[in-house]
């Protein structure tokens, strides 16, 4: 009988590659890159109290301390950039200072609509949302309204509003109109939450600390004033940068 006799190092070598195999499978899935925008790259710039107008709120409403924005919440308004804005990218970091605040920032906002709020027709204005929500409010929502609250989220939705369109990214509200976020990444109240808004060519894209999660295409309009919004509840902003493209 004739004997085959095995190479111990080939042993030692498919024992390590099954030990290998093992360790991998174990190991938990790495984190999918992040976007690091803080608007101190080139051709940024800080937005302050100078690049805004009033345009339905009340006189104590939005206070401007250097980097810091304070807005009470009351009454339900916008302040508008100067001047609009087409091709953009924005960083602005926010937190909510009551459970269940809201609030957002527009994009794109039609002067039509601004010129209506300025003769005190209406409260918010057409254009493109980036909700600012607390997580919180789905709670509350839902007490008031004997509801679920399936038709929004405290992540970050994109939506046109009132007379503007939008293409939404999936996953998509049950309405068809809002871009849910892909992931749940947004803080509690207390909390300072980052986001990162390219809004270029009629599409915007939203990363909520760090992650893409939501956005849409054929924005109309595709131009306009951006507008921080107060809508009933206390918020802070802070380091609002952007860098205006082509």
């Known amino acids: 009988m004739k004997i085959h006799r095995t190479n111990p190092l080939y042993i030692l070598a498919v024992l390590a590659l099954a030990q290998a195999e093992s360790v991998a499978a174990d190991k938990p899935a790495q984190p999918a890159p992040q976007a690091s925008i803080t608007g101190t790259e080139a051709g940024w710039r800080a937005m302050t109290e100078e690049d805004f107008v ?12 250097g980097s810091l924005i304070k807005c009470t919440g009351k009454p339900v308004g916008v302040i508008r950039t100067k001047n609009p804005v087409t091709n953009l990218e924005l960083v602005v970091e926010w937190k909510h200072k009551k459970y269940g605040g809201n609030s957002g920032v527009f994009l794109w906002a039609s002067p039509e609509s601004i010129q209506r709020l300025e003769q005190g027709k209406g409260r918010l204005p057409a254009g493109i949302e980036v909700q600012v929500l607390d997580l919180g409010y789905a709670e509350l929502y839902e007490k008031r309204h004997k509801k679920p609250s399936d038709w929004f989220t405290s ?7 009132q ?28 909390e300072w939450n980052h986001y990162y808004i390219r809004a270029i060519n009629g599409e915007v894209r939203l990363w909520v600390n760090g992650v893409e999660v939501s956005g849409g295409t054929d924005c109309q309009p595709a131009t306009g004033y951006l507008c921080l919004e107060s809508e009933g509840a206390p918020i802070e902003f802070r380091n609002l940068r952007i860098r205006e493209l082509p």
């Not at 007379?163 to 509690?188: D, E, I, L, Y």
């Open 54 to 65: 009033d345009v339905n709120c009340a006189e104590d409403t939005w206070s401007f301390e």
């Open 163 to 190: 007379s503007a369109k939008m293409k939404p990214f999936p996953p998509v509200a049950p309405n068809g109109k809002r871009s849910f976020p892909s992931k749940n990444t947004t803080k509690g109240v207390d």
């Open 155 to 161: 992540h970050g939705d994109v939506f046109p509003t």
